[in-house]
């Protein structure tokens, strides 16, 4: 073997490495964006009524839970940071109250929406990512529900069946803050698969002001001689309710698969 041709196969030999890592950097693009599909449970810790507990002096915890859908997108700023936007539905409902005799059952629920813009930090940890988020955003108008079903102590004032109580809120605003893992799950021609597990918390706060009160067969005052059922509109614009805040707080397990691209 010449010596020239020495040379040619160690010059080869040193600059394959480079050679290869530079194919795989361009048939392997850096990814730049992500968007995932999310579902959730956990508790509403908002400011929901005690419900009654068998008589009108005992009172439980109405113990709220409910569940959630929703969907996040996001921008790479970097490998390990995103910029991301956040919409989400969530839904949940007390457990149920009672005063033997009066009430059957006692319940209250709330359902509502929010969109919120912020910021995820991700941490290359084992197998996967650890990812920590805290976005701010607006909880749209939303309202509060409370059902009741009569017992037959109130037939004899000549109330029957199911009433209710709609409060109507405005637009709110609030913040949410996630921490959780993701790992990879395939690598499609639509981007690389992940399924994440994350713990979230999140607190929106609103007001009533300028809203309305929706009455339908429901006793206010249940102590009341005699009890009366009310059906009516009420609008504190005119003063006739007084306005209050609402502050919806939640603790949720959120599950979700996304693609990374």
């Known amino acids: 073997m010449h010596r020239s041709q020495l040379l040619a196969i160690i010059a080869l030999f040193l600059a394959w490495p480079g050679v290869t890592r530079a194919q795989d950097e ?7 964006g992500f968007v995932e599909a999310e579902g959730g449970w956990g508790f509403q810790l908002g400011e929901l009524p005690y419900l009654f507990d068998g008589s009108p002096t005992r009172y439980k915890h ?12 996001g921008w790479f700023l970097t490998r390990d940071l995103a910029v991301i936007g956040s919409y989400q539905y969530r839904t949940a409902s007390t457990r149920e109250g009672n005063i033997a005799g009066v009430l059957d059952r006692a319940q209250g629920d709330i359902h509502y929406h929010t969109f919120a813009l912020g910021v995820r930090q991700y941490l290359a940890l084992g197998p996967g990512r ?10 749209f108008p939303f309202r509060t529900e409370a059902e009741v079903d009569y017992g037959p102590a109130l037939a004899l004032a000549g109330i029957h069946g199911s009433g ?21 799950v395939a690598a499609t021609s639509y981007g690389n698969l992940y399924a994440a597990a994350a713990l979230e918390l999140r607190a929106f706060q609103s007001s009533n002001n300028g ?3 929706e009455l339908d067969n429901f006793v206010t005052d249940l102590a009341a001689v005699p009890p009366v059922a009310t059906t009516a509109v009420i609008d504190n614009e ?10 919806v707080s939640d603790v949720t397990l959120r599950l979700a698969i996304g693609a990374r691209f």
Do not use: C, K
């Open 164 to 184: 209710s109580m709609i409060d109507h809120y405005n637009l709110g605003y609030g913040a949410q803050a996630q921490v959780g893992y993701e790992l990879p």
């Open 238 to 247: 005119n003063g006739a309710v007084q306005p209050r805040q609402y502050a």
């Open 130 to 139: 650890l990812r920590a988020e805290f976005a701010a955003g607006l909880a």
């Open 62 to 73: 109405p113990l709220v839970t409910g569940w959630s859908v929703g969907f996040t997108a």
């Open 211 to 213: 809203r309305s009160t």
């Open 26 to 32: 361009a048939s392997d693009p850096p990814e730049i």
